[in-house]
């Protein structure tokens, strides 16, 4: 009998492939998930429907590939639907049966419908891209309703792609993503750094219900800085190298044999001057014998302007950066993405047009779910702080208290670390420490003033107001007395599963005081 995994499903569904991988709860590892008749390869799924009128017959995957040759393809075989997806801006100017949100959601459900059984689904985590993310969210949002899944979350495409490179959150970084049917370039900021909140994922469906609406737990997006791109991409690369040894000739037969080859010059142990064979059709359905070696190979793709492309939409992304004041040297990495950027060719043009940033060269194709598993880890759901935490000290100095933050608005808990603190005595002798908690109940206002019609800060600002628990203050009782300004107490604050303000305590000695519950935070 097949081991059941229980776990977390990724899906990036992408404009080309789409893959699939899952994460069992109980190990760091994930997988890429196989299904028979639809992936093309360990959790790589061609993005592509066949819907057929009136018989409704759907397929996806290689099973709908298998079908692009038939007649009326024109109408029942679709592609190239995800980019259009929630997109209010490029118009769809296909035949075909159904409008991209239409195959998204057919092909979902196929999906969907012929994952393995050995695979228990606890959660699902989805990507969406960040130029069309609203529109695409609402697509998802309705499609998650059919979906019976108890924990549903969405991560940002570009955040997913960073995560398990050694990318800090803060990062600025560059993606360059060639695909089957793009080219696509962006300048993103990740969420978090500098003392900010980092990345997380939203919820849109906890515990079998719809929270997408209600949830506290909003998606910190990547911050787009510039984005260019084309609708030039794999498949293109692959007509150049039919039309090569045989020009105008574009049989279905030749454009798969050309993208295999391509795939194998793309590797980096095959030597420049070596020459392989590829066997295509003529128009007379003849197969010839044909010879392509890396050196004929890139200048194919040199022939047809393929870097000249690149160099006008790079010269357009920097120059959208500069506009927004982040430069080349404010790069922390550039991330590839796709299958095109693995050919060599590709991988010399960006190290040499950008020298001096590091290139991050993750699997291409399943990078971005995996990663998506990676900012789920677990995965564990967590909710967000709407009001800070401060505890109240003694300043010395000036001979007064004063709130100290513990925790502040919008961070998430359950809190993976503790806040760690050390009480000094505030007094002579001092034998009795009092524990008291506030909440933020106003935060700071930045007031406008205008002279002279212009805007600008008044220079004495709203103070925020914390208001003290009504819950009774922890006393901890020492063994002895301590003196004026001397380190007395470490305290380890934390915010549990059950939003309770929990806190550890030890003496300078590090001797155990004991654990306690501070009250809920609601």
């Known amino acids: 009998m097949e081991e059941s995994l229980s776990g977390t499903l990724a899906i990036d569904l992408g404009n080309t492939n789409t893959v699939v991988a899952f994460q069992d709860q109980k190990d760091i590892n994930s997988v890429l998930v196989e299904i028979p008749n639809i992936t093309s390869s360990p959790g790589v799924i061609p993005s592509v429907i066949w819907f057929e009128e009136p018989s409704k017959i759907a397929k996806i995957g290689i099973s709908a590939l298998e079908m692009r040759d038939n007649s009326n393809s024109d109408l029942f075989f679709h592609s190239n639907f995800k980019r259009l997806i929630g997109n209010s801006i490029e118009k769809n100017n296909q035949k075909n049966i159904l409008n991209p949100n239409e195959c998204g959601e057919k092909f979902f459900q196929i999906l969907w419908a012929n994952i393995p059984h050995k695979y228990e689904i606890k959660r699902l985590v989805l990507t969406a891209p960040i130029d069309t993310y609203k529109g695409y969210r609402e697509w998802l949002v309705n499609l998650c309703e059919d979906i019976s899944v108890d924990e549903i979350a969405l991560v940002d495409e570009p955040t997913a792609a960073s995560l398990g490179i050694n990318i800090p959150f803060g990062s600025k970084i560059m993606t360059l993503d060639i695909g089957g049917s793009t080219v696509d370039m962006n300048i993103v900021k990740i969420e978090g750094g500098e003392g ?24 910190r997006c990547a911050e787009i800085i510039g984005k260019t791109g084309s609708k030039i991409g794999g498949k293109d690369i692959d007509q150049w190298i039919v039309d090569y040894f045989i020009p105008g000739n574009n049989n279905i037969k030749n454009l798969s044999k050309a993208e295999k080859i391509k795939c194998k010059l793309s590797s980096s142990v095959i030597k420049y001057e070596n020459k392989y064979p590829i066997k295509l059709f003529t128009e007379q359905d003849k197969e010839n014998d044909f010879y392509l070696s890396k050196e004929i190979f890139e200048k194919i793709l040199i022939s047809n302007n393929l870097l000249k492309h690149l160099n006008s939409l790079l010269k357009d992304l920097l120059n959208q950066a500069r506009g927004k004041f982040c430069t ?3 790069l922390n990495a550039i991330v590839l993405v796709g299958g095109g950027t693995q050919i060599p060719l590709i991988k010399e043009w960006i ?59 919008g961070q998430t808990w359950p809190t993976e670390t503790p806040f760690k ?7 002579k002798n001092q034998k009795i420490f009092e524990i008291i908690i506030g909440e933020t109940q106003k935060e700071r206002a930045y007031d406008v003033i ?28 020492l063994k002895n007395k301590s003196n004026l300004g001397e380190d007395t107490l470490k305290l380890f604050f934390k915010i549990t599963k059950n939003a309770d303000l929990s806190v550890k305590c030890f003496d300078v000695n590090d001797e155990f005081f004991g654990e306690y519950n501070l009250g809920n935070i609601f």
């Open 196 to 219: 900010k909140s980092g990345p997380i994922a939203e919820l849109l469906k906890f515990k079998g219900n719809d929270v997408s609406s209600i949830s506290k737990q909003k998606i």
């Open 328 to 330: 080349v040297e404010d």
């Open 351 to 409: 190290t040499k047009k950008i020298p001096k940033i590091q290139i991050k060269s993750p699997p291409p194709i399943e990078s971005i779910a995996l990663g998506a598993l990676a900012m789920t880890p677990g995965v564990k759901i967590k909710d967000i702080l709407n009001k800070g935490l401060s505890i109240r000290l003694f300043n010395k100095r000036e001979q007064k208290h004063f709130w100290h933050p513990i925790f502040c608005k």
């Open 421 to 427: 603190l050390i009480l000094q005595a505030s007094k």
């Open 450 to 477: 205008y002279e002279n019609g212009l805007p600008k800060l008044s220079e004495i600002q709203d103070e925020e107001e914390i208001i003290k628990w009504d819950k009774k203050p922890l006393k901890i009782v």
